[in-house]
């Protein structure tokens, strides 16, 4: 796959169109026994981008490099890539102090009455399964690994079966947003980790209904741009979604 889609590029970012399918960089359990047993792991995104760019092996540290943040690998859309370590962390810190806007659409399952909406909770991982995160109270007083979690909603449009939502997160948990639509009863379509037993799935669909559509952020300083400036993202919807869109019967 070394057909990325670049939305945009200076001397200090990459900003990527992901596509489905493909780990955004190396970790977890099954990194960790590639690494033991000496065996090769599956290509990752940072591995196209470094045969395309080898200066991201000086940026950040290994596996990461200049991944500023994630993206699952099943999810889709705008990827912010560091191209220095000094943009790294100039870029992290936006998103660790809340300035960053990122927006995502995906399509519930069932009706979401409410044309808007807010989930404000703790996220953990789950102790019954390592693989998810769970919703926790914000009034649990054991607050070991559990961070705040904050989903912003709004309603695009009503299906037969089916909400699009168009999705802001104020906070980067793990699976957040997966977790937060699981927690209200209405998965997102597609997502066999955090979907219901016998919940449906629409024709055609292959994955989550998860895309990362638009991300606002404030670039490092440079020489035209003293100041740095403020730059919007947009990624359309994949072709696959709009497809499967148009052949949903409507609420």
Known sequence: MNNLKIIYEDEFLLVVDKPAGIVVFPEGVAYAKALANRVDFPETLIDILIEQHPELKTVGEAPRYGIVHRLDKDTSGILLVAKSTEALIFLQKQFINREVEKKYTALAV???????????????????????QKVYPLTDENLKGKREAITNFRVIKRFKDYTLLEVQIKTGRRH???????????????????????????????????????LKIQLPASVNWPNGKTEQFKSDLPEEFKTILEKLPTA
């Open 110 to 132: 069932g009706i979401i009455k409410e044309e808007r909406g807010e989930i404000k909770t703790l996220i953990g991982r789950s102790k019954s399964d390592g693989r998810k």
């Open 176 to 214: 957040q947003i997966r977790c937060h639509l699981s927690f209200l009863h209405h998965p997102i379509a597609g997502d066999t980790l955090y979907g219901f037993k016998n919940q449906p799935t629409p024709e055609g669909l292959t994955r989550q209904f998860l895309h990362a559509s638009y």
